[in-house]
């Protein structure tokens, strides 16, 4: 057998925790080979090894079965080893040829021949299918071919090993299909390309061969012809997971939030949510659905006191709270797990112990007369980190140096253990592993069953009929349909979704 | 490594070799214009550690320094650029020498008074950038420049309306807001070292523990990681941003009450900015903005100002040089991505042996 790279018994140790133990990998030539792990198993240690930016501990690495030291990207680079990033590094306001050719330029008597560079580049995009326009602007074009120019960045540099960190975390389902494409056409070009995911259906879809590990350790490499979902979720978590969310009838009561004819303006001054209403009853789990962009985030933004409402009321377990700041919002019984933990989830330059208490630091006993009590403070933290099973270093570990799963973990347990009356969860597993999902999920139909009410806007339509008892769609900042769950299906939420009306009787097809 | 390059000990690496990598080079001006540069390293330290006046003179020279970095620093923690030190120092320096000249009473309530006066002058300065910052979002850092022509000139007017007693300056204080202090000075050999040394040494415990054991600190640091995740906590990222610079710019102030209870006893007519704040931007860095670190950093600006001195008399090194030195020991630190990079390039090395 022919392998293009052999990682052999990779280890790779930071102070405190081994990344990579006795990790093996090995990638045939033509392959599309996953590299299947939870989040911060170490997957991306594991290619920052193979892509020089870590230098492993013990272990070799061959390029086509010749042993090679890679001690800088540089080297990666000269090998044929190209790296598409989840997070894109391209220059905003250059074309696409422009970063491309950034650190390669090519130059006929000193000055950059443009003319040349994106000749090459359209002969490439051609050649691959990528369908990119060579001068257009990267902030003008869309995510999915932001990511093709990444793609067309490494072909450019010659490269014959793709490695694709993540690379469906941002794109829509019809950019997924793109790329999917695109991966085969580079297969059939010769190719190979390793995949890290923790999509189990795109590595049914597309993928040879999988290598899973799991907390640093290499599990092993499956044929996926031979594998199912089940079983590579099992390998990768170490034990049985369901995605069938496991609940049972809600047993819905009082309204606890109500928001009537709501309408709250975005920054330009756009009535994003219009004359909305909505009520979450105590027990409930009521989903929204919609297309991204249809109000959502202005929604929960308004209900949680972060934007300010136009006009309309919102009412918290009877309590009038439309004008309320967000430290109100909060006493009054909301906790929010916001869709963006980065920007508004975490202070990630404080420790995983503050951020814990970043909603309740002020009260006692963890502040007494303005003085904060840290011991105190580190105490609840140790006891939630242990409860909601947050792996962290250590409570003093600073909050931006753990997965994004494990981030996460750490705002539910500070929202959730507050034990407010209402949950706003907004995207509440975007981007994180099967478990982490089924660990969240399950919180939430707990947090349902002791009788709190739970607004869950998610862009994941499977999320939202799984884990919710009624749907709503939103559209264009209205709801324009309420529906049960146990009723629905894609079809009909994706129909609404897009602003079509409920059909009566059955679905013709 | 890597994480170890990131890791605490670094940030005490870093300035330590930012220092050396300044001597260094200023060892090589020094040979470059004809000069010994052990002889001139040697005059500067016997011109800070030779007599017990050398030394008393930087002391006093490193207290306004501790206040004007802390100053710095603190607005830097809640993520403030604040340029306007020098400004809210002069101001401090100016209304403390006032209230020690207008008011008779006895020590116990006229000096804290009168250094009270200072901190609250330039607490009123730095109110006005974070106002402006917090309510309608104009850039602190041009407001502070342009706030300390407005305190230089306007204290300069005042003193030259209703203050000049002889010359270009006010009047003496009263003894009763004085900071003077005899003993000090007659254990220097009368140095102008002066009580303000120890205040300055306490706000350093201060600005610690407002930082890192009261919940304002705990709000202010957060504010100044991520405002949006401070605002979604429901901390009033506004009023920490205004409250930042009024404790910065009463920081700022107490300085400048330093300077005029404790060195001049008098405010005069500046002709020029005093640059002891600016010099807080500078010690504020080296200090990476923490109480110890400060402390240290205005030591050794201190006692290169008064080094320098030493440096002209007994080597005949221009005293230039040393504010030369002073610069690239600045440059060194804020290129510590260069040394950085030096260290992880050294490694490497190493392991590719």
């Known amino acids: 057998m022919e392998y293009v790279i052999e990682m052999n018994n990779i280890r790779k140790e930071f102070p405190g925790i081994v990344a990579n133990d006795n990790i093996t990998l090995q990638l045939q030539k033509g392959e599309i080979h996953a590299l299947l792990g939870e989040n911060g198993a170490g997957k991306s240690t594991l290619m920052n090894v193979l892509f020089g930016l870590y230098q492993p501990e013990q272990g070799e690495i061959k390029v086509r079965g010749e042993k090679v030291d890679i001690t800088d990207p540089n080297k990666a680079n000269a090998l044929g080893i190209g790296m598409v990033h989840q997070h894109f590094m391209l220059v905003q306001n250059f074309t696409v040829t422009e970063n491309i050719i950034l650190g390669s330029e090519p130059t006929s008597r000193g000055s950059i021949d443009l003319r040349k560079a994106e000749k090459d580049v359209k002969e490439i995009s051609d050649r691959y299918g990528l369908r990119v326009d060579p001068r257009a602007k990267i902030e003008d074009i869309s995510v999915g071919m932001q990511q093709r120019a990444e793609i067309l960045k490494t072909l450019y540099r010659g490269a014959e090993i793709l490695i694709f960190d993540e690379p469906t975390a941002s794109l829509t389902p019809q950019e997924i299909k793109d790329l999917i494409e695109i991966m085969n056409n580079l297969i059939n070009e010769g190719k190979s390309i390793v995949l890290i995911t923790h999509k189990l259906k795109e590595i049914m879809e597309v993928c040879d061969r999988c290598t899973v590990i799991r907390r640093g350790v290499g599990v092993g490499t499956v044929n996926v012809a031979e594998a199912t979902e089940d079983s590579l979720a099992e390998m990768m978590v170490g034990r049985e997971v369901s995605f069938k969310v496991e609940k049972t009838p809600a047993s819905p009561k009082e309204v606890v939030l109500n928001v009537k004819d709501l309408v709250v303006e975005d920054s330009r001054k756009v009535s994003v949510v219009d004359k909305l209403n909505l009520e979450v009853r105590e027990g409930e789990i009521m989903g929204v659905a919609g297309v991204d962009g249809n109000g959502q985030t202005e929604l929960v933004e308004a209900i949680t006191g972060l934007r300010p409402v136009k006009s309309g009321t919102i009412t918290i377990a009877g309590q009038d709270t439309t004008k309320y700041k967000p430290r109100k919002v909060t006493e009054v019984g909301i906790g929010h797990i916001p869709q963006d933990r980065h920007k508004h989830g975490l202070v990630l330059d404080f420790t995983i112990g503050e951020n814990i208490l970043l909603q309740t630091y002020y009260q006692k006993p963890y502040t007494n007369n303005g003085i904060l009590n840290y011991n105190r403070m580190y105490e609840k933290a140790r006891e939630l980190i242990e409860e909601y099973d947050v792996r962290t270093p250590s409570a003093e570990t600073r909050a931006g140096a753990l997965s994004g799963g494990n981030q996460q973990k750490a705002i539910i347990a500070r929202e959730v253990d507050r034990s407010p009356k209402v949950l706003i969860a907004a995207q509440p597993t975007r981007g994180l592993d099967v478990g982490a999902i089924e660990f969240i999920h399950s919180k939430l139909i707990e947090e349902r069953d002791k009788g709190k009410g739970i607004l869950l806007v998610s862009l994941e339509l499977e999320e939202v009929i799984n884990v919710s008892d009624r749907i709503a769609v939103i559209y264009e900042g209205e709801i324009v349909e309420i529906v049960d769950a146990e009723d629905t299906n894609e079809q009909e939420l994706g129909l609404l979704m897009a602003g079509g009306k409920k059909e009566e009787g059955e679905p013709t097809t | ?353």
């Open chain 2, 1 to 353: 490594m890597i994480n170890m390059l990131k890791g605490r000990a670094f940030n005490i690496v870093i300035p330590i070799i930012a220092i050396l990598f300044g001597f260094l080079a200023g060892a090589l001006i020094m040979l470059l214009s004809g000069n010994n540069p052990i002889t001139g390293y040697g005059a500067l330290i016997s011109g800070i550690f030779g007599e017990p006046y050398d030394f008393g003179e930087t002391l006093q020279r490193m207290t306004p320094l501790i206040f004007s970095g802390l100053a710095v620093a603190f607005a830097f923690r809640t993520g403030l650029l604040n340029i306007g030190v020098e400004g809210q120092l002069i101001v401090g320096w100016f209304t403390s020498v006032y209230v020690g000249l207008a008011i008779e009473a006895p020590m116990v309530i006229h000096l804290p008074l009168a250094i009270g006066a200072g901190a609250v002058a330039g607490a009123l300065w730095g109110f006005v950038p974070g106002y402006l910052k917090a309510r309608f979002q104009v850039h602190e850092v041009i407001v502070t420049i342009m706030m300390n022509y407005i305190a230089i000139h306007v204290t300069n007017s005042l003193i030259r309306m209703y203050l000049l007693d002889s010359g270009q300056r006010t009047g003496f204080i009263n003894s009763s807001a004085s900071l003077e202090s005899p003993f000090l000075s007659e254990l220097t050999q009368f140095s102008r070292l002066h009580w303000g040394f120890f205040i300055a040494a306490a706000a350093c415990v201060i600005m610690w523990f407002i930082l890192w054991k009261t919940r304002k600190g705990f709000e202010l640091r957060s504010v100044g990681y991520n405002k949006n995740a401070s605002l979604y906590s429901g901390m009033n990222v506004n009023a920490n941003i205004v409250l930042s610079m009024v404790v910065s710019g009463a920081f700022a102030g107490a300085g400048g009450a330093m300077v005029g209870l404790g060195t001049y006893q008098y405010a005069n007519i500046l002709p020029s900015f005093t640059n002891i704040g600016f010099d807080g931007i500078a010690v504020a860095l080296l200090g990476a903005s923490t109480s110890v670190g400060i402390f240290l950093a205005a030591f050794l600006f201190g006692g290169l100002q008064q080094g320098a001195n030493m440096m002209q008399a007994q080597a005949g090194v221009a005293p230039e040089l040393v504010e030369i030195i002073i610069a690239l020991i600045i440059f060194f630190v804020a290129s510590s991505y260069i040394i950085r990079w030096a260290f992880a390039r050294m490694q490497s090395r190493k392991e590719e042996k």
